[in-house]
């Protein structure tokens, strides 16, 4: 019996952003790649989005203060 992880109801939405949004992100946030948070590139949430180490990725999750809280991480070697 299998399942895809990132389609359960507990994991937020996750995907890879564009190098272009990528530098708006690093440009909002007066934040470098190196100055994110890591996520390893074998994490289950991400193993259909095909995502290499450097590339960042959004993370979308319910907030019930927020309505949409979203994060970002930075996929490291793993």
Do not use: C, W
């Amino acid at each position: 019996m299998s399942f895809t992880v990132s389609k359960h109801s507990l994991v937020p939405k996750h995907s890879k952003v564009s190098d272009a949004e990528k530098q708006r992100v690093f440009a909002q946030y007066g934040v470098t790649e190196k100055e994110l948070p890591k996520m390893v590139k074998g994490d289950p949430a991400i193993a259909t989005l095909d995502a290499q180490p450097g590339d960042v990725i959004k993370i979308e999750r319910p907030s019930q203060t927020a309505g949409l809280a979203i994060y970002y991480r930075v996929v490291a070697n793993g």
